[in-house]
T-cell receptor, first 114, second 112 residues
């Protein structure tokens, strides 16, 4: 399995500001993903974080709003830019190792935008 | 476009009862199906993963089945306990290394 940590665990931010969320894995992984879970809803994939190249975004999500970095095989960041109250969600990092098809999730970052 | 549906949306049972959670998906061409548990305000914990070639997987009191041709999976929980109270999510993966498509979840409450 993989142990994933996220920072911060929660934050309250003002409209128009940006927040960067960090995801750290205890082992090298091939695939890293960022999901959003809006209040009362299920998870939606934002993007796949690719090591050494630009992230691959899902329909409805753009790089200017959600820039992603992945400098190595154990770390990634997601920035939520120019935030509005509609960005209030739980943001989750997940990984898939090369040894198993199971996806493991981090504890999530609970973001509230006022 | 793959769609995943979970029934029921919420379930409340007395402790000790056996229960079944249902998951259906529209495109049967899946690579695997995974069941997760989510506690309030927390991340997801993987419970069981069933490969497309498998029919079921078991872990302790949990048993998950997969009928790929009919687009259905069930999660069976035996002898439920209050600690099983959580939201249970079903997710399908269409190819290796691709994203998961999630259902809306079943919120389970087990009453002492």
């Amino acid at each position: 399995s993989a142990v994933i940590s996220q920072k911060p665990s929660r934050d309250i931010c003002q409209r128009g500001t940006s927040l960067t969320i960090q995801c750290q894995v205890d082992s090298q992984v091939t695939m890293m993903f960022w999901y959003r879970q809006q209040p009362g809803q299920s998870l939606t994939l934002i993007a796949t974080a690719n090591q050494g190249s630009e992230a691959t975004y899902e329909s409805g999500f753009v790089i200017d709003k959600f820039p992603i970095s992945r400098p190595n095989l154990t770390f990634s960041t997601l920035t939520v830019s120019n935030m509005s109250p509609e960005d209030s969600s739980i943001y989750l990092c997940s990984v898939e190792t090369s040894f198993t098809d199971t996806q493991y999730f981090g504890p999530g970052t609970r973001l509230t935008v006022l | 476009k793959q769609e995943v549906t979970q029934i029921p949306a919420a379930l409340s049972v007395p402790e000790g009862e056996n229960l079944v959670l249902n998951c259906s998906f529209t495109d049967s061409a899946i690579y695997n199906l995974q069941w997760f548990r989510q506690d309030p305000g927390k991340g997801l914990t993987s419970l069981l993963l069933i490969q497309s070639s498998q029919r079921e997987q078991t872990s302790g009191r949990l048993n998950a089945s997969l009928d790929k041709s009919s687009g259905r999976s069930t999660l069976y929980i035996a002898a439920s306990q209050p600690g099983d109270s959580a939201t249970y999510l079903c997710a399908v993966q269409e190819t290796s290394g691709s994203r998961l498509t999630f259902g809306e979840g079943t919120q389970l409450t087990v009453n002492p």
